[in-house]
């Protein structure tokens, strides 16, 4: 009759697979703490294979795989580790929510904090060529991020948010710089008719 996974326990780290864990269950039961302790080495060298480390910190990689060597083990691996056995209570609880700079105050979130502070740098430039040539850029953006929650964007929408989130700073006659029309592409029409035939 086959097994299936469905009906074998559940893993814990799904990513190291069942071989794996097969192996930390094993090591659990040797009974030789030497031993146990070297079934416990040979495990975290099959870890590293599986997953190399492709970071330049080699000693967090490391502790990395033998905490996650405990974390299979349910906390019971009791062996000669060169890090202290990571512990349940590290996992409880959740983090601190990360604080997201300027997205309380934004005007307009379809534009983003980076379009907002490269308007900002525009607006304290002093009138010329590479002012007006930033200002056209970031338009043209604009007008790609706008048109994406609106396909009948117009420029004149365009300049009057630019206008708002400058402060009055940058001010754009009608007409003066047209933008690129960023429409959404038509899908590809299929061609009917009869397949060729093969000679």
Same mark, same amino acid.
């Given at each position: 009759?086959?097994?299936?996974?469905?009906?074998?326990?559940?893993?814990?780290?799904?990513?190291?697979?069942?071989?794996?864990?097969?192996?930390?269950?094993?090591?659990?039961?040797?009974?030789?703490?030497?031993?146990?302790?070297?079934?416990?080495?040979?495990?975290?060298?099959?870890?590293?294979?599986?997953?190399?480390?492709?970071?330049? +910190? &080699? /000693?967090?990689?490391?502790?990395?795989?033998?905490?996650? %060597?405990?974390?299979? =083990?349910?906390?019971?691996?009791? *062996?000669?580790?060169?890090?202290?056995?990571?512990?349940?209570?590290?996992?409880?609880?959740?983090?601190?929510?990360?604080?997201?700079?300027?997205?309380?105050?934004?005007?307009?979130?379809?534009?983003?904090?980076?379009?907002?502070?490269?308007?900002?740098?525009?607006?304290?430039?002093?009138?010329?060529?590479?002012?007006?040539?930033?200002?056209?850029?970031?338009?043209?953006?604009?007008?790609?991020?706008?048109?994406?929650? +609106? &396909? /009948?964007?117009?420029?004149?929408?365009?300049?009057?948010? %630019?206008?708002?989130? =400058?402060?009055?700073?940058?001010? *754009?006659?009608?007409?003066?710089?047209?933008?690129?029309?960023?429409?959404?592409?038509?899908?590809?029409?299929?061609?009917?008719?009869?397949?060729?035939?093969?000679?």
């Amino acid at each position: 009759m086959l097994t299936y996974t469905n009906h074998l326990k559940k893993l814990t780290l799904p990513e190291y697979g069942r071989n794996i864990q097969n192996m930390v269950d094993h090591c659990l039961t040797i009974e030789d703490r030497a031993e146990r302790t070297a079934c416990a080495q040979t495990i975290v060298r099959a870890m590293m294979a599986l997953f190399p480390n492709n970071t330049s +910190d &080699r /000693e967090a990689y490391r502790r990395k795989l033998w905490d996650h %060597l405990y974390i299979m =083990s349910d906390y019971k691996l009791d *062996v000669d580790a060169p890090f202290a056995p990571v512990q349940p209570d590290a996992f409880e609880g959740r983090p601190d929510p990360l604080p997201i700079p300027g997205r309380s105050n934004m005007a307009f979130r379809h534009y983003g904090t980076m379009t907002e502070g490269l308007i900002g740098k525009a607006a304290e430039m002093s009138e010329g060529p590479e002012r007006t040539e930033l200002v056209y850029l970031i338009a043209c953006q604009m007008k790609k991020q706008r048109c994406a929650i +609106d &396909r /009948e964007t117009d420029d004149e929408r365009i300049f009057n948010d %630019l206008h708002y989130l =400058s402060k009055g700073v940058i001010n *754009v006659p009608r007409g003066a710089m047209p933008l690129p029309d960023y429409k959404a592409m038509a899908a590809p029409q299929q061609t009917a008719g009869k397949k060729k035939k093969r000679k």
